[in-house]
């Protein structure tokens, strides 16, 4: 029997790896998609599954494309892609973060993602056989203060992704927005912090978050549903979080 394909991107750490060995149980074959090649070759000696690495920047869309165009025969139907890759850059508050910063996020959770969907898409209508699972997060239902383009682009996931399906309707091509809420034990905090880990270490204190396992048993459990069903969009917080409600801010003299 023919093996299923799923390429993961941002599979070198965190949701991405879980998710590639989550898949590997399965019986996937995996292209595998993150900058750093030793960490995709740490993954795949981990795994019992062939594996195709492609490592590269997400947001090198020349480069990109010309390492999907040159995957191997059997890498090159792919049944499930996992736009995981995405990344939230510091918490200041819109008057005063860097606009790099923003350029980046948009760049790497926005146009990353929809550029490989536009790559992948077109062969999964030609088969009528497929499935993208996009990373969302919470963030892009709830505004917090410092989410600002990082709380938009996830937003920009989840209007895509309904999108898509509208556009997809009439197809068995299905479309999942995965949106997790606080997580640990990846490197999400660390980079949205620079690596200063008592800021990251502040974000996970006292109480306890989702797990990359627990969304790599989600994702098992959308890819398992049978061809009929679409799982539009599925939100998954830990216990210890809950949506917050509107603020409102008084001044000390405000009776």
């Not at 990251?200 to 048993?217: G, M, R």
């Not at 398992?224 to 801010?249: D, F, K, Y």
Request: with cysteine; charged share 20%.
């Amino acid at each position: 029997m023919k093996l299923r394909t799923a390429l993961i991107t941002g599979a070198s750490a965190g949701l991405g790896r879980a998710a590639a060995v989550a898949l590997s149980s399965l019986g996937y074959r995996l292209i595998l998609v993150a900058r750093r090649e030793e960490k995709l070759r740490e993954l795949e000696q981990a795994l019992d599954t062939p594996c195709h690495l492609l490592a590269c920047d997400v947001t090198d869309y020349e480069n990109l494309a010309r390492k999907l165009s040159t995957r191997p025969e059997d890498f090159y139907d792919i049944d499930v892609l996992i736009n995981n890759a995405g990344l939230a850059l510091g918490l200041a508050t819109a008057d005063k973060v860097e606009w790099q910063d923003w350029q980046t996020m948009i760049e790497t959770n926005c146009l990353a993602l929809a550029f490989l969907t536009r790559q992948v898409l077109p062969a999964m209508v030609e088969r009528n056989h497929g499935l993208i699972i996009n990373l969302g997060s919470t963030a892009g239902n709830y505004a917090y203060k410092g989410g600002n383009v990082y709380g938009a682009s996830k937003a920009f996931v989840d209007h895509f992704s309904m999108n898509l399906r509208a556009d997809l309707i009439g197809t068995k091509v299905r479309v999942t927005n995965l949106v997790p809420g606080l997580i640990g034990e990846t490197e999400f905090s660390k980079v949205r912090f620079q690596g200063d880990m008592d800021a990251v270490d502040a974000v996970y204190a006292n109480c306890e978050a989702l797990t990359p396992q627990d969304i790599a048993n989600t994702i098992e459990w959308v890819v398992s549903q049978p061809q009929h069903v679409n799982i539009n969009r599925l939100e998954i917080m830990p216990t210890c979080q809950a949506p917050a409600g509107l603020a409102v801010h008084k001044t000390s003299d405000t009776p």
